[in-house]
């Protein structure tokens, strides 16, 4: 079955917010339409107030939508459940348990018949993946913003969700961290084959961990606009990635629809001949017509220091 | 040399130098002032009216005259010689169970409804205006009404108290309750925690450290209004201690009273202090 249907299924997604000043509601986004499959990482970006949260709560079950329905594994998602682990963006740890209370907790609520070794020990498993090993006592306040998201992660993976839901998880790091978390987050997604729907406003971070980037434009009537397939191969390492031939082409075009694209699709979408489903960019197609310029940003390959020193 | 002394250090040497004034502008104070006799009455006269001596002695106690006492009732403070002398451990015994007895039972009503109230929009606006209306009623003023209805002086006290404890409790519970983090609850809803489970183990620490704070406010309500319930009511108690003593013109033994009456207060707020602490976090 699951061979035929896409593990996830967003089907016509639309969300409306009763108007403040008692005019007609206003509708934050709609035909919203994409499918995720099993092992995929997609990551969404797009400009704040396009609905990118709303969805992922739809997709928690945390909030619902004004129409339109979403399908996991073939039932339809109703409610909050085990099955869709949240990683928030404010940690959401809570400061008066222990790191490994805080695992153990959403251990516990996973397998609430199992007993208190094997609980422990499930947890501290999930602890060591994160490199908390030795923190486990400390309570969240006595961790830096790293480390707590790490928790968070910890908490997420432990009770071994069929998906994973990220809301702009670094996006309170700072920029070395936050390049360390993404490193072991991609090795955990490798190891566990975990599904994953993320979202980010950092284009490097879309492309590090994606498959695929959901690009939305801008709301009221916010959509998805265009899918950008990340052909980048895995595994993939910070420090080379932008070595590879596809890695130009995607930023540019990520960096292009965020700065001006986003803000036009609304007034396209109106149009007779307005496309009906996102545009889907795929840099393959792009790179065997017009290689040049790819290769005039790709950073010379060597070691030009070396002519420095001789001159 | 100079040492250089640490803040608490300073601290301690002026509160013990504060002392020093106190006692000192308090014995002055009560100094025996000079009588002047008149040398036609007669000695045996002025004796009986206790001028005898050529220097009276303030009715007031001294210093010395109130170590003395301290002394004597905190050597014995359990005796019991019947209705109206009992030792002040006996009177302050039966206080704090009054206390304890209207607090308990306030905490009993007041957590749970404080967490329904704080659980519910719906509930919350259907309880308050009762809540603003008996918050700032004198508790005294339920006395009568108690005493018509419940038939026992003592029963009564503990009423009084129940009702000054219940507000501050009840509000504090709502408000922590109303006001858990968002981010704690979605947490819990995504891990499919049962309500039971949700209201012990996130609403109830995370609400915890508010509700310590009103239980605090509650106490300290319920020592100050506990003198004035047990002079009304009479028989046992500090309250009625006080009352008695001013009745039997003893400044000394009301003194004496006040200030045990500021001991316990002290150390029933400390007690709420150290638990505050304890369900206290840092976020």
């Known amino acids: ?311 | 040399m100079k040492t250089k002394l640490s803040l608490s250090q300073k601290a301690g040497l002026l509160s013990l130098g504060l002392l020093a004034v106190i006692l000192l502008v308090w014995q002055l104070a009560t100094l025996p002032e000079a009588k002047v006799v008149a040398a036609d009455v007669d000695p045996e006269y002025a004796a009986l009216m206790g001028g005898g001596a050529a220097r009276a002695a303030s009715s007031f106690p001294t210093p010395a005259a109130m170590a003395q006492t301290l002394w004597d009732k905190l050597s014995h403070p359990f005796y019991d010689n019947g209705p109206n002398d009992k030792g002040i451990g006996i009177q302050l015994a039966y206080s704090l169970a009054r206390v304890l007895g209207g607090f308990f039972l306030a905490a009993v009503v007041a957590i749970p409804l404080g967490f329904a109230i704080g659980n519910s929009r719906m509930v919350y606006q259907a309880i308050n205006p009762y809540v603003q209306l008996l918050k700032p009623i004198s508790p005294l003023a339920w006395m009568p009404l108690a005493l018509y209805t419940i038939k026992d002086a003592s029963a009564s006290a503990i009423f009084v108290i129940f009702i000054c404890s219940l507000w501050p409790m009840l509000i504090n519970t709502a408000h922590g309750v109303a006001n858990v983090r968002k981010d704690w609850l979605d947490v819990s809803r995504t891990l499919e925690v049962n309500p039971l489970r949700k209201a012990f183990r996130v609403i109830l620490p995370a609400a915890a450290p508010t509700i310590l704070t009103g239980m605090r406010i509650s106490m300290g309500i319920a020592w100050l209004v506990i003198v004035a319930a047990e002079m009304l009511v009479g028989g046992t108690g500090i309250g009625y201690f006080v009352w008695n003593e001013w009745n039997n013109l003893s400044l000394t033994n009301v003194l004496f009273a006040i200030l045990m009456i500021g001991v316990v207060g002290m150390a029933l707020d400390s007690v709420f202090g150290v638990l505050g602490k304890r369900v206290a976090y840092q976020e």
């Open chain 1, 1 to 311: 079955m699951s061979a035929i249907h896409p593990f996830l299924q967003v089907e016509n997604l639309a969300r409306a917010y009763p108007s403040p000043t008692g005019g007609d509601a206003i509708t934050v986004f709609d035909h919203v339409n994409f499918r995720i499959h099993k092992g995929e990482f997609v990551c969404v970006t797009g400009h704040s107030g396009c609905g990118k949260s709303t969805i992922l709560n739809i997709l928690a079950g945390l909030d619902s939508a004004t129409t339109g329905n979403v399908f996991m594994d073939g039932r339809e998602v109703a409610g909050p459940s085990l099955d869709r682990g949240v990683i928030f963006q404010g940690h959401a740890l809570m400061p008066w348990l222990t790191v490994q209370e805080n695992v153990e907790f959403a251990v516990k609520s996973r397998w609430p018949s199992r007993n208190k070794q094997k609980i422990r020990a499930h947890a501290m498993r999930y602890i060591e993946l994160v490199g908390l090993k030795g923190a486990e006592h400390k309570k969240p306040s006595q961790l830096s913003g790293g480390m707590k998201q790490r928790v968070g992660i910890a908490r997420a993976f432990s009770i071994e969700p069929k998906m994973l839901l990220m809301d702009e998880p670094f996006g309170a790091l700072d920029a070395l961290t936050r390049g360390v978390i993404q490193d072991e987050l991609l090795k955990i997604c490798a190891e566990t084959q975990q599904t994953v729907f993320m979202i980010t406003h950092d284009v490097d971070e879309a492309i590090l961990l994606s498959d695929r980037i959901m690009l939305m434009s801008n709301g009221p009537h916010a959509r998805i606009a265009e899918i950008v397939n990340n052909t980048l191969p895995r595994p993939r390492e910070r420090s080379a990635i932008h070595k590879q031939v596809h890695y130009y082409p995607i930023r540019n075009h990520l960096v292009d629809f965020l700065v001006s694209r986003s803000k036009q699709f609304g007034s396209l979408r109106d149009a007779p001949d307005a496309p009906s489903s996102p545009t889907v960019f795929d840099p393959a197609d792009l790179i065997e017509s017009d290689v040049e310029p790819v290769v005039a940003h790709t950073p010379p390959v060597g070691k030009p220091h070396i002519h420095l020193v001789n001159a």
